[in-house]
Nanobody, 114 residues
Framework: VQLVESGGGLVQPGESLRLSCAASGFTVSTYAMSWYRQAPGKEREWVARVPSAGGIINYVDSVKGRFTISRDNAKNTVYLQMNSLNAEDTAVYYC????????WGQGTQVTVSS
């Protein structure tokens, strides 16, 4: 089982990024999947959740209206579209199951700075 995050980078405030999380060893469509992030000096926090089938997609209040989580079952990949980025979004971003039941990947660094 492996999760590989990618798509991070250095962007200016107001810009966008699309993160990808490629999964192997399990099928993402059968699990509720989430994105998490860890900012410097802070604990890891949950950001967004997509259910396994139907249901409601949830976001932490700070990203509602700006971030969109999605899943491509054919590619076994989970995405996080991030728009209107600001400095508070700077963090290492990770994906995992809703219950954090898979080994953590290396994450992808997102830095928002002018």
């Amino acid at each position: 089982v492996q999760l590989v995050e990618s798509g991070g980078g250095l962007v200016q405030p107001g810009e966008s990024l699309r993160l990808s999380c490629a999964a192997s060893g399990f099928t993402v469509s059968t699990y509720a999947m989430s994105w998490y992030r860890q900012a410097p000096g802070k604990e890891r926090e949950w950001v967004a959740r997509v259910p396994s089938a139907g249901g409601i997609i949830n976001y932490v209040d700070s990203v509602k209206g700006r971030f969109t989580i999605s899943r491509d079952n054919a590619k076994n990949t989970v995405y996080l579209q991030m728009n209107s980025l600001n400095a508070e979004d700077t963090a290492v971003y990770y994906c995992n199951g809703w219950y954090q039941q898979f080994p953590w990947g290396q994450g992808t660094q997102v830095t928002v700075s002018s």
